[in-house]
T-cell receptor, first 116, second 112 residues
């Protein structure tokens, strides 16, 4: 149980392209999902908290117009990196919390984004 | 600001050689401390949640413990398949965000 699926697993595209990443909770409903970014040998950095049916909450320093988040259903959140540039190249990972309160977050397998 | 520091950054063990990983944390109030395992190119896999000082959790060769300032992940008689990066994260009390603050992880390599 508690499976989170992320798609695609890898994207390589040209600078200026917009890229959409999907995060799905397969066997549970998630009112809250989280989007992280991870650079090599660095910790996961929270970018934003995605709430079903409402606007996402972005962490300080994360451009909300650059990283568009949509959480239209209880099983799907999407992250769109708009007009991506080489500095946006990173490993993007989503997670979803099972249940409420301090229940653990379960993670997808990440998306490796490479902007040429 | 919540902070998590993990040590060592990397640890190399022989199969069967037990050891411990450390996670030191600073948080205004601890709601929970989480341990995850991450394999290369994959997302973190949940291992344990600890909520209060003195609590212990076990799973196969792993045991996690918690004090008011740090947590240890003890690995008993490790096998090569235990090789991975182990991540520690804290969740602060207060607010409704429930976000996690992660450490940089400890890269564990177990040689056969």
């Amino acid at each position: 149980g508690a499976v989170v699926s992320q798609h695609p697993s890898r994207v390589i595209c040209k600078s200026g392209t917009s890229v959409k990443i999907e995060c799905r909770s397969l066997d549970f409903q998630a009112t809250t999902m989280f989007w992280y970014r991870q650079f090599p040998k660095q910790s996961l950095m929270l970018m934003a908290t995605s709430n079903e049916g409402s606007k996402a909450t972005y962490e300080q320093g994360v451009e909300k117009d650059k990283f568009l988040i949509n959480h239209a259903s209880l099983t799907l959140s999407t992250l769109t990196v708009t007009s991506a540039h080489p500095e946006d190249s990173s490993f993007y990972i989503c997670s979803a919390r099972v249940g409420q309160g301090n229940a653990p977050q379960h993670f997808g397998d990440g998306t490796r984004l490479s902007i040429l | 600001e919540d902070q998590v520091t993990q040590s060592p950054e990397a640890l190399r063990l022989q199969e069967g050689e037990s050891s411990s990983l450390n996670c030191s944390y600073t948080v205004s109030g601890l709601r929970g401390l989480f341990w995850y395992r991450q394999d290369p190119g994959k997302g973190p896999e949940f291992l344990f949640t600890l909520y209060s000082a003195g609590e212990e959790k076990e799973k196969e060769r792993l045991k996690a413990t918690l004090t008011k300032k740090e947590s240890f992940l003890h690995i008993t008689a490790p096998k090569p398949e235990d090789s991975a990066t182990y991540l520690c994260a804290v969740q602060a009390s207060g607010g409704s965000n429930y976000k996690l603050t992660f450490g940089k992880g400890t890269l564990l390599t177990v040689n056969p």
